[in-house]
């Protein structure tokens, strides 16, 4: 148990450090992508999704890698379903991860769009549509809790006498 918690803490204070160097991932992702190296691309990816594994971006980049590796080899004729289960399991682990990321959804149904499953296409831009109507209806609410709150204190300022409410001085201006 002892040793568990010192690991855990060991390992998230190197995470605390590496966040530093995700810009530096991300330019090593472009300078991979560039010239051609997806594999060293997605292992790149796989290391930002450890250090920031709430965060979409590396994951949708990672499955659209993969998927689209996957749409070459069915293109050529060749064996693709490997690829195509890794895609979705990349999409389903962001997905776990970002319960609240529509993109996530949205960028699986354009995979499953380009290789003809139209069922799962749909379910996949339904659940994006679902979380981006559900996004905006908490952003709606905390908006109006703030907008409460707002009220709120100027009400109080307005009943104390105090704040902006109180009676305006009226001064003249002599020419």
């Known amino acids: 148990m002892f040793s568990i918690t010192i690991l855990t803490t060991f390992l998230l204070s190197i995470k605390l450090v590496l966040i530093f160097f995700v810009p530096l991932l991300w330019g090593k992702i472009e300078d991979a992508f560039h010239s051609g190296n997806y ?9 930002i999704i450890w250090i920031l ?12 890698l993969t998927w689209s590796e996957a749409i070459y080899l069915k293109n050529n004729g060749l064996s693709y379903k490997e690829k195509l289960d890794e895609a979705e399991k990349i999409f389903h682990k962001g ?19 380009a290789f003809g499953e139209r069922e799962k296409s749909l379910i996949a831009y339904s659940q994006a549509y ?32 105090n704040g902006s409410f109180k009676k305006k001085s009226t001064f003249k201006i002599r020419i």
Do not use: C, D, H, V
């Open 39 to 47: 594999e060293i691309a997605r292992n790149y990816l796989g290391g």
């Open 53 to 64: 594994p709430n965060q979409p971006q590396p994951y949708t980049l990672k499955a659209w």
């Open 95 to 113: 997905q776990k991860r970002n319960p609240f990321s529509w993109q996530l959804y949205f960028e699986e149904a354009i995979m499953w769009r």
């Open 130 to 161: 679902n979380i981006m109507l559900l996004n905006k209806i908490i952003a709606e609410n905390q908006q109006g809790e703030k907008n409460g709150r707002q009220r709120g204190i100027w009400e109080r300022r307005r009943k104390r006498g």
